[in-house]
């Protein structure tokens, strides 16, 4: 694939964490250079078993932690979704949406009309005036992608999206998913098991630090 289509080019990634006390404190090795590219419209999954370094792989493409070595670029915007979903107990579903409407710079306008295909799409319109610490655990992994989804971003990171789905949320989920597809948007998917490999373009497999194409 040519890097002139990539929305997102993953070069050489390595991470190590520190373990131990000093002197026999020692760096152990999570990413040893882990390559990855997305091309506008591609779904692809990255799959690994807990301690594989996937979340660490995540945080370092959205720029939430700084790799040892490596270099990550994308074009447009990045949506993210993170694995533990990151809002404040005392806002509402309404609330936090028009909060990161406002960080992305999107008009009322838009951030309303996004709003409601949100609700829509995942069904749960309901809970727009419901606290976050009153919401149940499905819902508010629909607000934790919602979030991500709000500035229709070019390139939307997902850890682990679908944990906390049933399987009515989960099948609306890939027809998000399905939709961005169709409009050029790319969507990386985080998880340690894909039990729908048709759904995706690419799988690859992050073993000993490594990504593997399946």
């Known amino acids: 694939m040519s890097v002139h289509h990539a929305v997102l080019e993953a070069t050489g990634i390595e991470k190590a964490y520190a373990h131990g006390l000093w002197p026999a404190r020692h760096r152990i090795p999570v990413l040893c250079g882990v390559d990855i590219t997305l091309a506008p419209g591609e779904v692809v999954g990255i799959v690994g078993e807990n301690?594989?370094?996937?979340?660490?792989?995540?945080?370092?493409?959205?720029g939430l932690l700084t790799?040892?070595?490596?270099t990550v670029t994308y074009t447009g915007r990045l949506g993210y979704c993170p694995q533990e979903p990151v809002v404040y107990?005392?806002?509402?579903?309404?609330?936090?949406?028009?909060?990161?409407g406002r960080a992305y710079a999107m008009t009322r306008e838009a951030e309303r009309r996004a709003r409601r295909e949100i609700y829509t799409a995942l069904g749960f319109e309901h809970y727009a005036g419901t606290r976050a610490?009153?919401?149940?655990?499905?819902?508010?992994?629909?607000l934790n992608l919602g979030l991500a989804?709000?500035?229709?971003?070019?390139?939307?990171?997902?850890?682990?999206?679908?944990?906390?789905?049933?399987?009515?949320?989960?099948?609306?989920?890939?027809?998000?998913?399905?939709?961005?597809?169709?409009?050029?948007?790319?969507?990386?998917?985080?998880?340690?098991?894909?039990?729908?490999?048709?759904?995706?373009?690419?799988?690859?497999?992050?073993?000993?630090?490594?990504?593997?194409?399946?």
């Open 149 to 214: 989804l709000l500035a229709d971003p070019e390139v939307l990171l997902l850890d682990e999206p679908y944990a906390g789905f049933d399987f009515d949320t989960y099948l609306k989920f890939w027809d998000l998913v399905g939709e961005r597809r169709q409009t050029g948007r790319a969507v990386l998917i985080i998880s340690h098991f894909v039990t729908d490999e048709e759904r995706f373009d690419r799988i690859v497999d992050l073993r000993d630090g490594r990504a593997v194409p399946r």
């Open 51 to 62: 301690g594989s370094g996937k979340s660490t792989l995540m945080k370092i493409l959205v």
């Open 67 to 70: 790799a040892d070595a490596g």
């Open 133 to 142: 610490d009153h919401l149940s655990g499905g819902t508010l992994a629909k």
């Open 89 to 100: 107990e005392r806002l509402t579903c309404d609330e936090h949406l028009e909060l990161f």
